[in-house]
């Protein structure tokens, strides 16, 4: 069975650009989740989508932001890129989100560098 | 608010030795998750072992077992028979339901296995 899929593997852009990153969950998970792992800050939960439904959102600027699919992939979009945007954004999928808590399983990652 | 704290930014150990990663948390929930993730130089957040709050007996997985003091909100990680593959960045983390999924995350502790 095939794990979490996320594209592109690297991705470089320049400030004042728009990122898109994508994540293909596991066969069956309905939720998406995505984090940021920044040099220096660790990892930060950025978004949770589940069942197309925005669930829950980190501590972050409006212009990260995302969606998911009827087929429930994801996107998150990146608007006005900035230096510090750079990092490992990790995408992560799980069973619904009912009925307790959920093992979350990780994609590769896609690598963000702003220059 | 929730927070982790993996006071060990580096460990070393050698091989086929027994090594142990400190985890402290601050929550005032009484129904929550615990976990310990790897992630090797691939950057595959893995998944090594799992802790519900409500369970007084310590998670084992194999090589890899759990001192869960919930007085104390102590989470700590042993791992026996260390081999050269353990190495990674480990970290700690944390949910509540009232959390929405989201993991929490620790600093991480770099460890090393020597041979």
């Known amino acids: 069975e095939a794990g979490v899929t996320q594209s592109p593997t690297h991705l470089i852009k320049t400030r004042g650009q728009q990122a898109t990153l994508r994540c293909s969950p596991i066969?069956?998970?309905?939720?998406v989740y995505w984090y940021q792992q920044a040099l220096g800050l660790g990892l930060q939960f950025l978004l949770w989508?589940?069942?197309?439904?925005?669930?829950n959102r980190g501590n972050f600027p409006p212009r990260f932001s995302g969606r998911q699919f009827p087929n429930y992939s994801s996107e998150l979009n990146v608007n006005a890129l900035e230096l510090e945007d750079s990092a490992l954004y990790l995408c992560a999928s799980s069973l619904g989100a009912s009925g307790g808590y959920n093992e979350q399983f990780f994609g590769p990652g896609t690598r963000l560098t702003v220059l | 608010a929730q927070t982790v704290t993996q006071s060990q930014p580096e460990m070393s150990v050698q091989e086929a030795e027994t090594v142990t990663l400190s985890c402290t948390y601050d929550?005032?929930?009484?129904?929550?998750?615990l976990f310990w993730y790897k992630q090797p130089p691939s950057r595959q957040m893995i998944l090594v072992i799992r802790?519900?709050?409500?369970?007084?007996q310590n998670a084992t997985e194999n090589r890899f077992s759990v001192n869960f003091q919930k007085a104390a909100k102590s989470f700590s990680l042993k791992i026996s028979d260390s081999q050269l593959g353990d190495t990674a960045m480990y970290f700690c983390a944390f949910t509540t339901m009232e959390y929405g999924n989201k993991l929490v995350f620790g600093a991480g502790t770099i460890l090393r296995v020597k041979s």
């Open positions: 929550t005032s929930e009484n129904n929550y998750y």
């Open positions: 802790q519900e709050a409500y369970k007084q």
């Open positions: 066969s069956g998970h309905t939720s």
């Open positions: 989508y589940d069942e197309g439904e925005e669930r």
